[in-house]
């Protein structure tokens, strides 16, 4: 029997497992929407922007380990999922793009809706297609499927001529893809792997680098096996945040800009890191010169281009990161690698950093965003998804809650897209509908996508998000006070509107914290009302992240609380002339 | 340090594009490139001259390596190699420089392709120095326009 292309499509996609498609209809699907509507094994999640699209199908995939799929209209309904596309090309997120096109005859002619969405998403996805015949819809997107899901993940767009989607032709799904110029490595080097297990058996300053490979690649359990064996400190990259239990006695946190002081100077110190599943990004490293400037480097990673691309590595090893931890477990074991003199004097130094200079904060009359986000830690047991917006309210929420399992924390890495949270954190509730999942977003960022909340209403979609409202661009308002005498230009949220009354306007439930007594109540409250809800918590407005290496320093060279700032402080909001008073005025004006 | 890098490459459309972008989006330079097809229609081969340190150069490789088009990627200034580039210049010499023009064209087994009452169309194959020599010596005789297609290179095979 012959099936449109439409349909074709739709088995296809059913073929591997897809359960749920977002996406936003048009002119060029129209087709495809057809076939939908009489689906029963998929179900389209209709967002309200293709923005909130792409992230749903990303926030589900990272929550899931499965791919994303959606799917958007051409034209502007394929340029909305760009900045989606190049939030998870740089977390290596599997995710497949289905964008319609203007019918071949006319591509090229400027037609009415017509984006070159291949040209444009050329360098923002692992892979693209434009399918030209009816009889190549099938074998695409078992390609795609497989380009987007093995090796180093990553989203893959398939462009969709509206005339291949009337066509029709025998449907017949590929068994397997072969594809001669794309074998990813999965297997590392026996020898290399050897030599990486003699040096950490010498290494007398260890530490292990955790980067979001170990998520990808579900080697938590082999990373821990590993690290407890050889009594490994371990820190994360904020993308590796939930691959190694972030309470574990051997967890130093994050690294980087904003990471913890004992893991930045472990690392500082260390004479010989463990990097695996990571790509030594400018946050993580600070100034290259100077990072880590007496260890041996041994990078495990499956990308090829990752290794030795931003610093010297002594020990490369290219594979699969389980793969790769599995052989070198072993070997550590046949070897005796793991008992090393040196290791206490190594972990009891990282406890003296640890003495030094705690993660800590001091909570006063006024909500600090840090302790919002230890109260979700508390209430929860650590047990629920926490997405997150960009900005101080990421960084806090990578700071303080300690992620135990991977998929539990799913933020922005690489592009740092704000207003990615919310929808992020639909896609993950869809993966698990009974699990807690909260976003964390700044009182910006949740403007991005706050039209989101119609799919999560209709959907009734538990997503709890926590807006750490400081009524400013926080992370950008903080570099202007550090490194721009505080001119703040721009960064001053006046005109917000009030996100209690949002959301009950969309017909969800809004919280209010004003004061920190305040705040433990709204959380349980959200949580016990299982509807979608908004938690404005009115929090300090001068607040920053700390620690902080500044741009262009070392990660041994970080800046900490400076004595707290003088109350009622002013501050000037040149964007209409206003002046804030620091801290209280909107408690005052009852907001 | 120079360098010139071969690609063997699936030959589909957007193919090149995708091989240039990844230069110009990571700022490598390309000095020049040329693509044709191969003894097997579904295989293009490219070859790039580009330069950069070591690391660079590393990097190169390795990102053509990634991406999903690229079968293979051979740098051949590791290997004894042969490299050619062909290029066509009009010279349009004043009536006394006529003889001397095709007498330049002789000593570099140039082919005059193509003739009108002022001006010659020489055909010159050769590597780098040569191409350069040429241009050098027909400079003052009056060059109309030049153009070169890029490099092709091949690897020598070992004598034994
Ligand atoms: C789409 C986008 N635009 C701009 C930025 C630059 N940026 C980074 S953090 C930030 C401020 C975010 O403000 P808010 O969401 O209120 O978070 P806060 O830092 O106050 O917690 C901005 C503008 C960005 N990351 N993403
Ligand atoms: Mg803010």
């Given at each position: 029997?012959?099936?449109?292309?439409?349909?074709?499509?739709?088995?296809?996609?059913?073929?591997?497992?897809?359960?749920?498609?977002?996406?936003?209809?048009?002119?060029?699907?129209?087709?495809?929407?057809?076939?939908?509507?009489d689906?029963?094994?998929?179900?389209?999640?209709?967002?309200?922007?293709?923005?909130?699209?792409?992230?749903?199908?990303?926030?589900?995939?990272?929550?899931?380990?499965?791919?994303?799929?959606?799917?958007?209209?051409?034209?502007?309904g394929?340029?909305?999922?760009?900045?989606?596309?190049?939030t998870?090309y740089?977390?290596s997120?599997?995710?497949?793009?289905?964008?319609?096109?203007?019918?071949?005859?006319?591509?090229?002619?400027?037609?009415?809706?017509?984006?070159?969405i291949v040209?444009i998403?050329r360098?923002?996805?692992?892979?693209?297609?434009l399918?030209?015949?009816?009889?190549?819809i099938?074998?695409?997107?078992?390609?795609?499927?497989?380009?987007?899901?093995?090796?180093?993940?990553?989203?893959?767009?398939?462009?969709?001529?509206?005339?291949?989607?009337?066509a029709?032709?025998d449907?017949?799904?590929?068994?397997?893809?072969?594809?001669?110029?794309?074998?990813?490595?999965?297997?590392?080097h026996?020898w290399?792997?050897?030599?990486?297990?003699?040096?950490?058996s010498?290494?007398?300053?260890?530490?292990?680098?955790?980067g979001?490979?170990?998520?990808i690649?579900?080697?938590?359990?082999?990373?821990?096996?590993?690290?407890?064996?050889?009594?490994l400190?371990?820190?994360?990259?904020?993308?590796?945040?939930?691959?190694?239990?972030?309470?574990?006695?051997?967890?130093?946190?994050?690294?980087?800009m904003?990471?913890?002081?004992?893991?930045?100077?472990?690392?500082?110190?260390?004479?010989?890191?463990?990097?695996?599943?990571?790509?030594?990004?400018?946050?993580?490293?600070?100034?290259?010169?100077?990072f880590?400037?007496?260890?041996?480097?041994?990078?495990?990673?499956?990308d090829p281009?990752?290794i030795?691309?931003?610093?010297?590595?002594?020990?490369?090893?290219?594979?699969?990161?389980?793969?790769?931890?599995?052989?070198l477990?072993?070997?550590?074991?046949d070897?005796?690698?793991?008992?090393n003199?040196?290791?206490?004097v190594?972990?009891?130094?990282?406890?003296?950093?640890k003495?030094?200079?705690p993660?800590?904060y001091?909570q006063?009359?006024?909500?600090?965003?840090?302790?919002?986000?230890?109260?979700?830690?508390?209430?929860?047991?650590?047990?629920?998804?926490?997405?997150t917006e960009?900005?101080?309210?990421?960084?806090?929420?990578?700071q303080?809650?300690?992620?135990?399992?991977?998929?539990t924390w799913?933020?922005?890495?690489?592009?740092?897209t704000?207003?990615?949270?919310?929808?992020?954190?639909?896609?993950a509730?869809?993966?698990?509908p009974?699990?807690?999942?909260?976003?964390?977003?700044?009182?910006?960022?949740?403007?991005?996508?706050?039209?989101?909340?119609?799919?999560?209403?209709?959907?009734?979609?538990?997503?709890?998000v926590?807006?750490?409202?400081?009524?400013?661009?926080?992370?950008?308002?903080?570099?202007?006070?550090?490194?721009?005498?505080?001119r703040y230009?721009?960064?001053c949220?006046?005109?917000?509107?009030?996100?209690?009354?949002?959301?009950?306007?969309?017909?969800a439930?809004?919280?209010?914290?004003?004061?920190?007594?305040?705040?433990?109540?709204v959380?349980?409250?959200?949580?016990?009302?299982?509807?979608?809800?908004f938690?404005?918590?009115?929090?300090?407005q001068?607040?920053?992240?700390?620690?902080m290496?500044?741009a262009?320093?070392a990660?041994?060279?970080m800046?900490?609380?400076?004595?707290?700032?003088?109350?009622?402080?002013?501050?000037?909001?040149?964007?209409?002339?206003?002046?804030?008073?620091?801290?209280?005025?909107?408690?005052?004006?009852?907001? | 340090?120079?360098?010139i890098?071969?690609?063997m490459v699936?030959?589909k459309?957007?193919?090149?594009?995708?091989?240039?972008?990844?230069?110009?989006g990571?700022?490598?330079?390309?000095?020049?490139?040329?693509?044709?097809q191969?003894?097997?229609?579904?295989?293009?081969q490219?070859?790039?001259?580009?330069?950069g340190d070591?690391?660079?150069?590393?990097?190169?490789?390795?990102?053509?390596?990634?991406l999903?088009?690229?079968?293979?990627?051979?740098?051949?200034?590791?290997?004894?190699?042969?490299e050619?580039e062909?290029?066509?210049?009009?010279?349009?010499?004043?009536?006394?420089?006529?003889?001397?023009?095709?007498?330049?064209?002789?000593?570099f087994?140039?082919?005059i392709?193509?003739?009108?009452?002022?001006?010659?169309?020489?055909?010159?194959t050769?590597?780098?120095?040569?191409?350069?020599?040429?241009?050098?010596?027909?400079?003052?005789?009056g060059?109309?326009e030049?153009?070169?297609?890029?490099?092709v290179?091949?690897?020598?095979?070992?004598?034994?």
């Amino acid at each position: 029997m012959k099936l449109s292309g439409a349909q074709i499509l739709i088995e296809s996609l059913k073929r591997e497992g897809v359960k749920y498609i977002f996406g936003y209809p048009g002119g060029q699907v129209l087709n495809i929407f057809d076939v939908l509507y009489d689906e029963k094994d998929i179900q389209l999640i209709l967002t309200r922007h293709e923005q909130g699209a792409a992230h749903a199908a990303d926030g589900y995939a990272r929550a899931s380990g499965k791919a994303g799929v959606c799917l958007v209209t051409s034209g502007p309904g394929a340029t909305n999922t760009v900045t989606g596309i190049a939030t998870a090309y740089m977390d290596s997120i599997p995710m497949v793009v289905l964008t319609g096109q203007v019918p071949n005859m006319l591509i090229g002619n400027d037609a009415f809706q017509e984006a070159d969405i291949v040209g444009i998403t050329r360098p923002c996805t692992k892979y693209n297609f434009l399918v030209k015949d009816v009889s190549d819809i099938a074998r695409t997107i078992k390609e795609a499927f497989y380009i987007a899901t093995t090796g180093r993940p990553g989203p893959v767009l398939i462009d969709l001529p509206k005339d291949i989607t009337v066509a029709k032709t025998d449907f017949k799904y590929p068994e397997k893809v072969e594809l001669r110029s794309y074998r990813p490595t999965v297997k590392g080097h026996v020898w290399q792997i050897k030599q990486a297990a003699d040096a950490i058996s010498k290494s007398k300053k260890p530490v292990i680098i955790a980067g979001g490979g170990v998520i990808i690649s579900g080697s938590a359990a082999e990373l821990k096996e590993f690290a407890e064996a050889a009594k490994l400190p371990v820190t994360m990259t904020m993308m590796g945040l939930g691959g190694f239990p972030g309470d574990h006695k051997l967890s130093l946190g994050m690294l980087g800009m904003h990471g913890t002081y004992f893991a930045n100077m472990a690392v500082h110190e260390s004479d010989l890191l463990i990097a695996i599943g990571m790509r030594f990004d400018d946050r993580v490293t600070g100034r290259v010169e100077d990072f880590a400037p007496g260890a041996k480097i041994i990078h495990i990673d499956i990308d090829p281009t990752s290794i030795r691309k931003n610093v010297r590595v002594d020990i490369p090893i290219v594979g699969d990161v389980k793969d790769v931890l599995k052989v070198l477990n072993k070997t550590m074991q046949d070897e005796g690698g793991h008992a090393n003199p040196h290791r206490k004097v190594w972990l009891d130094r990282i406890e003296d950093w640890k003495a030094e200079h705690p993660m800590d904060y001091e909570q006063g009359d006024v909500i600090k965003p840090q302790f919002v986000v230890e109260k979700i830690y508390e209430i929860t047991k650590g047990d629920a998804i926490i997405a997150t917006e960009v900005g101080q309210n990421q960084m806090w929420a990578a700071q303080f809650f300690k992620y135990k399992k991977p998929r539990t924390w799913i933020s922005s890495g690489g592009l740092g897209t704000m207003g990615y949270g919310f929808p992020a954190a639909i896609g993950a509730q869809f993966a698990f509908p009974n699990k807690l999942v909260f976003d964390i977003a700044g009182d910006g960022s949740i403007q991005m996508n706050i039209q989101e909340l119609s799919t999560a209403v209709l959907h009734n979609l538990p997503v709890k998000v926590a807006i750490l409202n400081n009524c400013f661009l926080g992370m950008v308002r903080q570099w202007q006070e550090l490194f721009f005498q505080k001119r703040y230009s721009s960064t001053c949220l006046t005109g917000t509107p009030d996100f209690v009354k949002v959301a009950e306007a969309y017909g969800a439930v809004g919280l209010r914290a004003q004061k920190p007594s305040d705040v433990e109540g709204v959380i349980r409250e959200a949580i016990k009302v299982k509807r979608p809800t908004f938690m404005d918590f009115v929090c300090d407005q001068l607040e920053k992240v700390y620690p902080m290496v500044p741009a262009g320093a070392a990660i041994n060279e970080m800046l900490f609380r400076p004595p707290d700032c003088p109350p009622g402080e002013k501050l000037i909001c040149k964007t209409v002339k206003q002046e804030l008073k620091c801290r209280c005025v909107r408690a005052k004006r009852g907001m | 340090m120079r360098h010139i890098i071969s690609v063997m490459v699936e030959n589909k459309f957007g193919v090149l594009s995708r091989v240039s972008g990844l230069f110009s989006g990571r700022g490598y330079n390309i000095e020049s490139i040329s693509v044709g097809q191969t003894l097997d229609p579904t295989v293009s081969q490219m070859t790039i001259v580009t330069s950069g340190d070591d690391n660079i150069i590393e990097q190169i490789t390795k990102q053509l390596n990634k991406l999903i088009d690229v079968i293979k990627v051979t740098d051949l200034t590791e290997f004894d190699h042969v490299e050619r580039e062909m290029m066509l210049i009009k010279v349009q010499p004043r009536v006394e420089h006529r003889a001397e023009t095709l007498r330049v064209a002789e000593i570099f087994r140039g082919v005059i392709v193509d003739s009108s009452a002022k001006t010659y169309t020489i055909q010159v194959t050769g590597d780098d120095k040569k191409l350069e020599a040429i241009i050098d010596l027909l400079r003052p005789l009056g060059i109309k326009e030049v153009v070169r297609t890029g490099k092709v290179a091949i690897a020598r095979e070992a004598k034994s």
